[in-house]
T-cell receptor
Framework: AQSVTQLGSHVSVSEGALVLLRCNYS??????LFWYVQYPNQGLQLLLK??????LVKGINGFEAEFKKSETSFHLTKPSAHMSDAAEYFC?????????????FGKGTRLSVIA | GAGVSQSPRYKVAKRGQDVALRCDPI?????LFWYQQALGQGPEFLTY????????KSGLPSDRFFAERPEGSVSTLKIQRTQQEDSAVYLC????????????FGAGTRLSVL
């Protein structure tokens, strides 16, 4: 079975500061990993994904994540937070073909950005 | 349309009423998923279709929940005799189904059962 743990239900950073959102996963097979962002009253938008290949993945809006198999982690980072980054962030794992396999989500981390 | 469309966006139901939630996937997407997102939680899988075939319904919480996709396009999630614990946002996602493709999510339907 697959599971995702997001450490910290709420993270607060100052504008311009580093953003670090933590995600650890468990998977019995090589995982596909995702970060989605959810703005209030909106659906989930993909930030980035890891399937195979390069372990450092770059996404939209300046976000990136690194797949570390030995640590079973896929932490999300951004060098400099912007006010518009305030949202809910979800890490997800797919045990197989992400096109036809349900995603397993973490509980989410709410990011607040302080001016 | 350009994205996944869900309707209604908001639904208020009295306990015991039946509700139907609609999902219009991206045109041509063969895979369609329903997720339930309780307040303050991540989405949880309910059921999955490939074209008109419901391949996995292991996440449906009770036999009051029923989903269909009769022509392999639009899908409807029906909840019978709604209970307060059914209050949640119901998200629909679609995918082309090809290896490594992503799921595209709609904005969801927020169901409140009073």
């Amino acid at each position: 079975a697959q599971s995702v743990t997001q450490l910290g239900s709420h993270v607060s950073v100052s504008e311009g500061a580093l953003v670090l959102l933590r995600c650890n996963y468990s998977s019995s097979v090589p995982p596909y990993l995702f970060w989605y962002v959810q703005y209030p009253n909106q659906g989930l938008q993909l930030l980035l994904k890891y399937t195979t290949g390069a372990t450092l993945v770059k996404g939209i809006n300046g976000f990136e994540a690194e797949f570390k198999k030995s640590e079973t982690s896929f932490h999300l980072t951004k060098p400099s937070a912007h006010m518009s980054d305030a949202a809910e962030y979800f890490c997800a794992v797919s045990p197989g073909n992400s096109g036809n396999t349900p995603l397993v989500f973490g509980k989410g981390t709410r990011l607040s950005v302080i001016a | 349309g350009a994205g996944v469309s869900q309707s209604p966006r908001y639904k208020v139901a009295k306990r015991g009423q039946d509700v139907a939630l609609r999902c219009d996937p991206i045109s041509g997407h063969v895979s369609l998923f329903w997720y339930q997102q309780a307040l303050g939680q991540g989405p949880e899988f309910l059921t999955y279709f490939q074209n008109e075939a419901q391949l996995d319904k292991s996440g449906l919480p009770s036999d009051r929940f029923f989903a269909e996709r009769p022509e392999g396009s639009v899908s409807t999630l029906k909840i019978q005799r709604t209970q307060q614990e059914d209050s949640a946002v119901y998200l629909c996602a679609s995918s082309s189904g090809h290896w490594g493709t992503i799921q595209y999510f709609g904005a969801g339907t927020r169901l409140s059962v009073l």
